[in-house]
Every structure is written in structure tokens, then in C-alpha cells.
């Protein structure tokens, strides 16, 4: 390779480096240094940093919602991967694949690419993907309602964070983690995850995650009758989320706030929420916000009399449901395996660590044993 394609070729992975490490503080600008070494790499032919920087960008525009310009995008990379052979991109394509299909209206595509994504990164101890994509298979148990499922997948995911040292992205699954415990009513858990995960987001400047921390947080004191610290802590999260353009945490976010309203019988304020999660889902198509906004506009209507726009909502949410627990229950139960395969495997790395430390320890010992004796 001769010394200007090397240079240009330095300056790609110096735009992508800076793109990953300031997405949790301003994704735009993520997306805008990722297009700019696309169009480096391919002006330059460099096709493994053409796949790579496909991959980027399309994960940073999944992340701000932007996922009608990030699928085709993904399907893009995932092609030049499988051409180039490059198993690595191949998988990261895959997760960003996932990631939007699951959070949009394909749970069985999202899983499939999710499950082949996993154990390439477990194969190849990429922790940082493996942690990102175990969080990923949590959130899908969660929305299935398999709570002890999602448990362990969240763990899984701090387990791969924690082989990188990674304390943000270990916080990350504390989030979800916290809820599932709020839901157990073991409140002093889930305050203790989320208060860490606050702590450490704001050490780190994490921007996005924090604002899924106050989620967390405003949620625990919803629960708990603190209704006006509840609703300091969403209505941060929603101006965060409004600001940064994190489109699933925003729909959340005004779901929750409109429960909010409605448990202090401020039944307008709620069902305007709830418009908010709706239509903007609808926008979006995420159906995980969608389903909850039916459910509970179609609760509200009904107290209010306003029987055909209730009707109009339970149908709208019945369809979502029904649709997606008939074609991907099946799918979903079999994934079950990669948690106990990743379990096994991780019993197995531990044993086998193990066992070379006791043949080290033996070998130290014998020649300590043999120094001695020539002394």
C-alpha cells in the first residue's frame, strides 16, 4: 500500500473512532463524521472501510430513529460484508439489522439476525458488540413478558461489559435490569441499579443513556406514589430525548408520563400523552410503544364514553398483539438455547481458566520445590 492511500485510509478510521466515541453526546454529528468517511472510502475503493463505514452509519442512524434510511443502508453493508468475507462486519451488520427489525415490526427477522450476530461475537470475544446485543435479546424477552429470560440476558450483557471494563456500558443493562426488579416490587434494587447507573452516566457525560436513567428512576417513583419527582424525572427524559432525537425512549417516555397523569386522575393530560406515544409510533412504526399506547388509550376512552374511538384503539392494539404473539412465539422459544449455550460456554471458559491457574500454581510450586533442593 503506498503512503498516501495508507494516510487516507488513517484518516477514515480516525473519522469513525471520533463518530463512535461522541455518539452518546451527539449522535448528528456521529452520523455526519460516518458519511464522510463513507464517501472517502468509497471515492478511495478501500471496500473494508466502505463495509465498516456502512455499518457505522447505518447504527447511528438506528439509534436517532431514523429507520427508514438506516435499513436499506444495513442491507447494504450486509451484502458487501458477505462479498468481501468479512465474518466481523458481517455480524455487525447483522445486529444493526436486528435492532431495527425488533424495534419496528419484525421481531423474527430482528431475532434471527440477533441470534447469528451473538455467537460470531462470542466467538471472537468482541465484548463491546456481545455486550450491546445480549441487552438487545433482553429487551426482546421483556416485551414477551419472560421476565427470567430477559434477567439473564441483561446479565450476560454486564458479564461481556465487565471483560472490557467497560462501567457505561455495564450501566447500560442496569437500566432495563431495574425495571424488571420495579416490577418484582423489589424496590430497593431497582433504586440501587438505577441510581448507579445515573452516577455513572453523568461521570461519563452520557448524554442519551441518562436520559433512559431518569426513565428508570421516574418510573421507581411512580411507583412508589412520588408523583412529583416522577414527573420532574420524565419530563427530563422526554426534553433529552426530544433534543438528541432518540426516538424509542421518547415514545416511552410520553407512555409512562400519560400512566402518570392517569393514576392522579388528570385523565386529558394522559390521553394527550398517549396520543403523543401513539402517533409517534405510528410515524415510526415501533410497535413495543405502540401496542402499550392502544392499551391504555382504548382504558381511558371507555371511562370517558367515547365508545367507537375506544373500540378503534383496542382492535388497533389487538392486531399488534395477536399478530406478533402468533408468528413469533415459535421463533422465540427457540432462541431460548443461546442463553443456556452462552451459559455453558461461559461455565466452560471459567473451568478451563481455572484449571490453568492450578497448573501454574503446580508448576511455580514444583520449581520452588526444585530451587530449594539444587540450593
Not at 471494563?165 to 431497582?190: V, W
Not at 422526554?238 to 415514545?251: K, N, P, Q, V
Amino acid at each position: 500500500m503506498n503512503t498516501h492511500l495508507l494516510e487516507i485510509q488513517n484518516q477514515i478510521i480516525s473519522l469513525l473512532e471520533t463518530a463512535d466515541a461522541i455518539r452518546v453526546k451527539n449522535p448528528k454529528e456521529s452520523i455526519a463524521l460516518a458519511k464522510e468517511a463513507l464517501e472517502k472510502s468509497s471515492k478511495n475503493n478501500i471496500q473494508l472501510l466502505v463495509a465498516k463505514s456502512l455499518t457505522k452509519l447505518s447504527f447511528y442512524l438506528m439509534i436517532n430513529g431514523e429507520y427508514n434510511q438506516s435499513l436499506p443502508i444495513a442491507n447494504d453493508a450486509l451484502f458487501l460484508c458477505q462479498k468481501i468475507n468479512d465474518e466481523q462486519g458481517l455480524a455487525e451488520a447483522k445486529f444493526t439489522l436486528a435492532s431495527i427489525y425488533y424495534k419496528t415490526d419484525n421481531l423474527q427477522l430482528g431475532l434471527k439476525y440477533l441470534v447469528e450476530a451473538i455467537f460470531v461475537f462470542k466467538k471472537n470475544n468482541n465484548y463491546v458488540y456481545l455486550s450491546k446485543a445480549c441487552k438487545a435479546l433482553g429487551t426482546i424477552y421483556e416485551y414477551f413478558g419472560d421476565e427470567e429470560n430477559a434477567i439473564r440476558s441483561y446479565d450476560l450483557a454486564i458479564d461481556a461489559a465487565r471483560e472490557i471494563g467497560d462501567s457505561n456500558m455495564k450501566t447500560n443493562a442496569y437500566n432495563p435490569l431495574s425495571g424488571l426488579y420495579l416490577n418484582q416490587n423489589n424496590i430497593e434494587k431497582a433504586s440501587y441499579l438505577i441510581e448507579k447507573a445515573i452516577a455513572q452516566k453523568q461521570k461519563t457525560g452520557d448524554v442519551r443513556g441518562i436520559a433512559f436513567s431518569y426513565y428508570g428512576r421516574g418510573k421507581i417513583y411512580l411507583k412508589t406514589s412520588q408523583y412529583e419527582l416522577a414527573e420532574k424525572d420524565l419530563q427530563q427524559s422526554i426534553d433529552i430525548h426530544s433534543e438528541m432525537g432518540e426516538i424509542l425512549g421518547l415514545g416511552f417516555s410520553y407512555q409512562k408520563m400519560g400512566v402518570l397523569f392517569e393514576v392522579q386522575q388528570q385523565y386529558e393530560k394522559a390521553k394527550e400523552m398517549f396520543l403523543k406515544a401513539f402517533h409517534l409510533s405510528e410515524k415510526h412504526n415501533i410497535r413495543m410503544v405502540r401496542s402499550k399506547a392502544c392499551l391504555s388509550l382504548y382504558q381511558i376512552l371507555k371511562r370517558q364514553n367515547s365508545s367507537n374511538e375506544a373500540m378503534y384503539f383496542l382492535e388497533q392494539y389487538h392486531e399488534d398483539i395477536g399478530t406478533h404473539v402468533q408468528d413469533h412465539t415459535h421463533q422465540i422459544v427457540n432462541s431460548y438455547n443461546i442463553i443456556h449455550i452462552m451459559q455453558a460456554k461461559a461455565a466452560e471458559d471459567k473451568a478451563q481458566l481455572e484449571k490453568l491457574e492450578m497448573i501454574e500454581k503446580n508448576n511455580r510450586a514444583e520449581t520452588a520445590v526444585k530451587v530449594r533442593q539444587d540450593f
